[in-house]
Structures are given as C-alpha cells and as structure tokens.
C-alpha cells in the first residue's frame, strides 16, 4: 500500500449527522428532571447490549445461554478426565476378565461397572499425572474467569432488561416478537425524551450503527484495503485464504480493545496514534507488541489445541455419525462472511443476506463436479454397498450375525463410505448453468471480481468462490488448525505491517460528534471514499488509496438506506441513492418508474401480490441490472444478466453435461 500521510482532524459538518445548529451542542438538564438513562456514559456497551439482548430473543434466552456454555466447559474436561482415567479398556474391549471372576469361570455378560476403575484408583491416577493436574488448574482458572464474567453480564443485561420493560416498553415476552428497526425507533424516541447522549440533541439510525459496529467496521475497512494478511502463497497448494475465529480475535485483541491496543477507550483512539510525527516509533512498538501476542499464542498453543479438538469431537462426532454427508455440506467462510459485509452492517442483516444467497451459491458450486472423482465413487460404492447388502440379509435372515466381532463395525464403516462416494457422484438429471447462477448469487452477496465476468464455467472461478464457500469440513479442519498457524501468522506475516497499520488507523479515523473517534468508511462519504466510476461521475474525489474497494462504500450506502428508510444521507449521498433507484425503475420490465419510496419499504409492510417489498429487494435488483465498473465489482449492463428471467435462454457456460475444460 503506497504512503499516505495526513494529519488526524475532527470530521466536518458534513460528516457529523448533526441537525443544523446543533454542533458540538452539550444539553443542559435540571438534577430534578434527570432519569435512569440520562446521560450514559459507555453507550457502545450500552448499545451493543441492547441489540445483543434482541438478536437471544430476552433475557431467559440469554441467562441459559451463557449458564449452558459454563456446564459445557465443565462437562469437557471433566467427561475427558474420566475417559482418560477411570476407564478399564481392557476390561471394556474383553481383553481380560472383570476383577471379581473366579479363574475357569466363564462370563456371560460384562457391564459398564465392570469396566469403571475404583474411586481411589481413578484419583491416585490424576494425581500422578502432572500433566493432567496442570491441565485441570488451567481449566479451573478459566471457568472462574469465565463465571466472574457470567455473572457480571447478568447483572448488566438486569439492567437492559429494565430499559426494554421501563424506557422502550418492550417486555421480554414480546421482544422476540419486534425487529430491530422498531426496536432502534423506540430508543431514538427516548434520546429525545431522556438524553441518553447529551452531546446531541438526537441521534440518528448511523449514530446507533456506528457504537454497535465501531470496532467491526475497522475490521471490514482494513479487510477491504488489504491491509490485514489472509492469503498466502503455499508450495504445491499455491494460494489458499486463512482467517479463523483465532486469528480475528487475535486482529481485534492487537488493535482494537486489548491492554495496550491503539484505543484509549471503546470510543477515542490514543492521542499519539492521531498525528503522523512519530510514526515510525509507533510502528517499531506495535511491531514489539505483536511479537509478544504471538510469542504468547504459541506458549498456549498446546492447551488450545487440546480444548479445539475436544470441543470439534464432541460437537461434531453425533453429527457425522447420524448424517455423515453433513461435513461435506458448505457454508459462508469467515473470510467470506468479512470480504462481503457492509459497513454499518449488523450480524442478523449480513445472516439474512448470505442466507438467501446460499441455495444459488450450493447449485453453483455442485455443478463442478469432477470425472475422475465421480467415476471412483461409483465404484466403491458398488463394492462397499455389495458387501453392505449381504452383511443386510444376514442380518435379516439371523439377528446372531451382529454378535460376530466386528460384524457391526464393519457395517457402520461401509455405511459411511456409501454416504460419502454418494456426495462425489453428480445428479444427471440437473441442468446447469453457471453464469445465471453466478449472477443470482451475485444479487445477494453484492461482490464479484470483474475476472468471474463470462467466466463462471471455469474450475478457476470457482475455485476462487470456494475461498467464500468452504466445505464445512474445511471450516473445521481451519479452526483445528488456528492454534498452530496463528502464532505464525502475527510473527512472521503481519508484523511487517505495523507502518501501514499505523498510517490506517491516522487517515482513516474521524471524530463524530456524539459519537467519537470512528472509521472514515463507516461514513460512507462518496466524495472522501467512493469510485470515479460509479454514478453519479464526478462527486468523488478520493485517491486510489482513499476510496474503498469493489464499490464497498455506494453499496454499502444503498444497503443502509433501504434497511433505515426514516434515514436522511447527506445531499451527495442522496443525489447517489436516487440515481442508483432511478437505474432501478427504468430496468423493470416495461420500464415503469416506480417511485422513491416504493423502493425503500418497511420490513414489517404486508407483501404484495405483484412486486417484491423486502427492502433488499431493490438492491437485489440494482445489484443485478448493472451498477458501473469498479476494480473488484462486477458491472454489468441491463442487457448481460436478467438473473432468473432469462433463465431459460441458454448461454455461455449453460450445459446439462460439462463440457472440455470446465470442470476439473
């Protein structure tokens, strides 16, 4: 990333979503009309909560929650200490006799008692283990903290729960019942009423946005400069893209919240990292205190390993016995889930989007099957699923059969190896097209590399899409694997960083007022942050370095607008907005210009018969009909793609059978 070097400055006017008149306004009220939420002074936290509470659907949901995952811990480690201790293999796999049999006795049937160690026996054992005594106290020591931290959330989640019933009026028996968007109403009402920032007069659908998603929005932005390493180059492997829940919480832990992190708060960054002289100091610092998070990580990478494979075995062991293909079913990585989320984007929208983009991104992904596969599994499954048959009718013919050693097991094994060659064998009977699909699930995921264009039916799109869309076994295998790759990842791949990091956080960190120290993204300025590309030509100004990239901020523009339709943007934005619906209307079949609002409607409206009123249906259809060029977006004209109105128009790439060089 080229040097880019600005001074740290407080947003202007434009930027503030400040009513006019109201700028750096601090509210006076009398002691006597002062009320609980009047004047908060975390409302990150406060906010965050709120809408934490909303997505576990009250309270209750989530006191058991958080109570079930405290008895999960426990019932790890203590379920593996006893397997490891207080069980007499030999016993339970009849390798020998139970202890109380006489010699020349014969048994007739060994019982689960029979196979369990004395108390004593089992104690003394854990206690001549020092590693398995260090394991426990480690274990120990995290329950506690994680109890402390149980407790000290109930006690503030009482307290949301008293401003849903008190302030908003909501009770917790029909919270589940309201959406966010009523929720969030309510709460800007009480601003009004009660102050809870008493720097502004009113908030606004952003303000919230942006103290639920402060840190988030940082994450997203630097994802989308590239900023943060995820892709690496492997020998035989070639490119491959890592991000696991380890790796993200280790990103956030460095930057954003951690002891000695760049943020005086949750709501300020530091002083120091506000101006660009000493820059090269803060960088040779943050270069230091990475080393020691990774020296740390890998100090602790043993016990977490041990906890990931535990936890993965006992979550996923039931699953795969009872549903083997599940493991070979995909789902949106988490470096899919970061690459495609807007700024200003809460979790249950980003769900909702890559929700209804998962049944077109699965037909896709199926319709490369490979023939060399496809033809191996066919014929063990013949041979596995022959011998199944007889073992079957054996069984039928004389229930003795399943007390021959091994006879069950050997049916289980055949029975799993059916299952999974069936996951490798294409349905003939599907006709498939993957430029239509790929165009469908571009309308919900909103990014695709201009490169997929026409390209679609090529093992190498689709390899690239499969870096969105892993196997959930894939997922898995990546988060077995966090503990060992992680400390490699901070020490050798994103120190050398530091200085770019540094210059991120300067230039792309403004003060809103009301609000604080936030990403400049998150402002979805089109002027400071857009594409010269996209309409309208000419309002943005940013650099190569400043704008965002694959169009992330008029999309993200378009995306908040139509989920907050009581929301005014900016002039320029709203001048963006209107011609990206305009775009809209004239792309409609028989041309009809709808109107504004039409294209922004409550979620809570009643569906019509003859139009789709979801509010992500307009930025569906914008997505689909074309949107200019940009870097890592693809535009298309309104001639390229109708997504499922052309769907029975042939075209490149359109096959019921692969075709030479498609498919692996």
Known sequence: MAEFSTGYQRLPASYTDTPPGEHDLLVHVADGSKSPWHHIENLDLFFTRI?????????????LSEMFELVQLVFVVTFTTFLFNCVD?????????????????QVVKVTLPDALLPTHTCTARIRDSPLMVTVLLTAAVFWLHRLIKFIYNVCCYWEIRAFYRNALNISMAELPYRSWQEVQARMLQVQ????????????TELD?????????????????????????????????VFLSRGLRYNYELIFLWGPGSLFLNQWSLKAEYKRAAGRHQLAQKLRQRILWVGLANLLLCPLVLVWQILYAFFSYGEVLKRQPGSLGLRCWSLYGRSYLRHFNELDHQLQARLSQGYKPATKYMDGFPSPLAAVIARNLAFFAGSILAVLIALTVYDEDVLAVEHVLTA?????????????FIPDQHVWRCPEQLLQLVLTHVHYMPDHWQGNAHRYETRDQFAQLFQY????????????LLTP????????????????????????VVGVG?????AQMDVRRHGHPAWPPTGVSQASAYQQAEGGKTELSLVQFALSNPHWLPPPHSSQLIHQLMDRVAHAQPGGALAQPHSLVVSPLAAPDTDTEMEPAASLRSFTLHGHGQSPQTHGRSQDQGQGQDQATVPSPGCSSEPGPGDWR
């Open 192 to 203: 009004r009423e009660q102050l809870m920032c008493i720097h502004k007069r009113e908030l």
């Open 472 to 483: 959930k076994a894939v997922c898995i295998v990546e988060e077995l694997l966090s503990p």
């Open 517 to 521: 120290d936030t990403c400049s993204f």
């Open 89 to 105: 293999y030999d016993i339970l796999f009849a390798n020998k006799v139970p202890g109380g049999v006489e010699p020349g006795q």
């Open 208 to 240: 919230i946005s942006h103290r639920i998603l402060r840190f988030t929005n940082y994450m997203v932005a630097m994802l989308n400069k590239s900023l943060l390493p995820v892709r690496f180059q492997l020998p035989l492997l070639g490119e491959v």
């Open 51 to 63: 809408y934490q509470l909303h997505q576990k659907r009250g309270f209750l949901c989530m006191l």
């Open 488 to 511: 490699l990842v901070l020490i050798f791949c994103l120190r050398r960083r530091s200085l770019e990091i540094i210059d991120f956080f300067r230039n792309f960190t403004v003060e």
């Open 411 to 423: 049916g289980t094994l055949l029975g799993l190896a059916v299952t999974v060659c069936r996951c």
